[in-house]
DNA sequence: CTAATATGAATGAAAG
DNA sequence: CTTTCATTCATATTAG
């Protein structure tokens, strides 16, 4: 019960997506078929086949893997905390049958089959093509600081002051 | 008020950063001034400004910076596309922080008016406010851009034979 | 109606 | 810079 069909037709507030049974299904589907992170393209075309069954956006469909994969996750970690004691085992996957009725192995594997095939050629490059510039990476690690549960950070422990006034460059704020 | 009194007032968890509404203003307001790829020096005096009203690093700056430059062109290449298929309009469904008080961030979220590419520098000096006229650069590049990248888009699962370019797998809808 | 839950949305952090 | 992950916030939906 509770047919939720709202984006589409009914009095819909505006206020988040709300996604129709079908658009549901269709996205359950494709994330059962292996899709867990679709491209930017990929995802205009997914919103946009969508869209027939109702109003959606690009970015609703990006945000509806993002959350499906983590808390896809996020079950499952639960899981492997949830199992502290685990004694004995109790494997209930003995299902041998799947095999003949539905056609399910045609797409099922599609994981990261890691296909490290051609990687990087020895391109045996005479001089590097770049000469390392302090890319973001370089400062991010500039600004590593000691993070360490907050380590007792004598913070604000100088000349109090009254009001930031952010002279920085704010002046003209 | 639901204000959660992040990171500058209550139990801050050092879990990670949690930016007062005025570091985010203040940041917001950078931002919007022009400033998107702070140098390592300006990261570290917007930091030390910023530490006034709360626990901040560095890093934190650097990636709010990076961040919040990131979702905004990925946004923008997104509602580009995305089709305001609701007739009539489309506008004015996200924002009512009529109640909220919370959440930092009033940039806004989607319905954004353009906001022209503004100056766009990527220093954003001190004091020396010298002449800026680089709002056609960002244009052109999005342009350029728009029909790049694309050229992936193959995790085809399974077989896949006779399937058109277009439809992904949507076919068994 | 209120509490609990499911899930859309946002964003800090980080990897690539 | 781009993309992904983890966590958190907010709200629609459902249970009690």
């Not at 507030?13 to 078929?33: H, I, M, S, Y």
């Not at 679709?38 to 075309?45: A, G, N, R």
């Not at 086949?49 to 970690?77: D, P, T």
């Not at 000691?146 to 422990?157: G, H, L, M, R």
């Amino acid at each position: 019960m509770s047919v939720r069909a709202r984006g589409g037709g009914g009095g819909t507030k505006c206020g988040r997506w709300n996604p129709t049974t079908e658009q549901v299904k269709v996205l359950t589907d494709l994330f059962r078929a292996g899709l867990r992170t679709p491209s930017t393209d990929e995802i205009q075309k997914i919103s946009s086949q969508l869209s027939f069954y109702g109003k959606i956006e690009s970015k609703n469909v990006f945000y509806w893997f993002q959350n499906h994969k983590a808390r896809e996750r996020q079950k499952r970690r639960r899981i492997f905390v949830d199992e502290p004691k685990a004694e004995g085992f109790h494997f209930s996957c003995q299902d041998n049958n799947i095999t003949s009725t539905k056609h399910f192995s045609e797409i099922s594997n599609f994981n990261q089959v890691v296909e490290q095939s051609e990687k990087v050629k020895e391109t045996l490059q005479l001089f590097p093509p770049n000469s390392l510039n302090e890319s973001e990476s370089e400062k991010l690690r500039f600004f590593a600081e000691d993070c360490k549960e907050n380590a007792a950070f004598s913070y604000n422990i100088g000349p109090e002051k009254d009001h930031p006034t952010l002279d920085l460059r704010l002046s003209f704020l």
